[in-house]
């Protein structure tokens, strides 16, 4: 079904700035974005207020199978409470990455993620879209930066926000996250063999965008 439908997958760690601009490119080409980040965000929030035990791998799927997280706009919804602000708290993105590499937890939410897919087209931003939950996709982009540079960028979107930061505590948390992003055993955080690499570190968020959008064309004039 997702085959006819065009998919553009940008993969990363976190802090890369995938998701600012995978809005901007499904913005300019009028695709729907999915951050499937929110996905296991929202499942990590549900099994943190609800106290169930990080550790217990059964608890957590049995949690993800329940979830009906509605995105409403720019809102996220969970049973009614809008979980937009506390899914980014820096405590729910350290537990979310533990979460994450559940394997039920994945498949609980693999649906999910593939409904997202609509006819106008796709900008799914992730770990795996490109290697497991969109492989199809004829644009795969890997999207990277130096750690320094993510986690001076996660840091000025923080004090941005009025929030406290401290970029030294950052670093070391992002470090720790790529780790366990890229080291478990189930769908971890690697580019998919023909995904195209794309090194933000030097570039500004036009830029990047307008690479993309050239690589869809460029994708698109091979015979799309
Ligand atoms: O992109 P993000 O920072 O919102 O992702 C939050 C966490 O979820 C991160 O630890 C990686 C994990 N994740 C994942 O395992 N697979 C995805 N497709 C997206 C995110």
Do not use: C, H
Request: net charge negative; aromatic share 4%; no cysteine.
């Amino acid at each position: 079904m997702t085959d006819s439908i065009p998919v553009i997958t940008l993969d990363g760690p976190a802090a890369s700035g995938k998701g600012t601009i995978a809005a901007r490119v499904a913005d300019a080409l009028g695709f729907y974005y999915l951050d499937s980040g929110a996905l296991y965000r929202i499942a990590t929030l549900n099994a943190l207020s609800k106290g169930i035990d990080l550790d217990d791998a059964d608890a957590l799927t049995a949690s993800a199978e329940k979830l009906e997280p509605v995105f409403d706009g720019d809102r996220i919804l969970l049973e009614g409470r809008d979980v937009t602000t506390a899914i980014r708290a820096e405590e729910v993105s350290a537990a979310t990455s533990r979460v994450a590499a559940v394997l039920g937890v994945r498949a609980a939410l693999f649906a999910l993620q593939k409904n997202a897919a609509r006819l106008s087209g796709l900008v799914a931003d992730g770990r795996d879209m490109g290697t497991v939950v969109f492989p199809d996709a004829p644009l795969k982009i890997f999207m990277t930066a130096t750690a320094a540079v993510r986690a001076e960028r996660r840091y000025r979107q923080l004090l941005a926000r009025g929030a406290a930061a401290d970029l030294a505590v950052l670093t070391v948390d992002l470090e720790e996250r790529d780790r366990r992003d890229r080291q478990r055993a189930e769908a971890p955080l690697k580019p998919a063999d023909d995904a195209r690499i794309l090194d933000t570190s030097d570039m500004g968020i036009d830029e990047v965008v307008q690479t993309v959008i050239a690589w869809w064309k460029d994708v698109g004039l091979k015979g799309l």
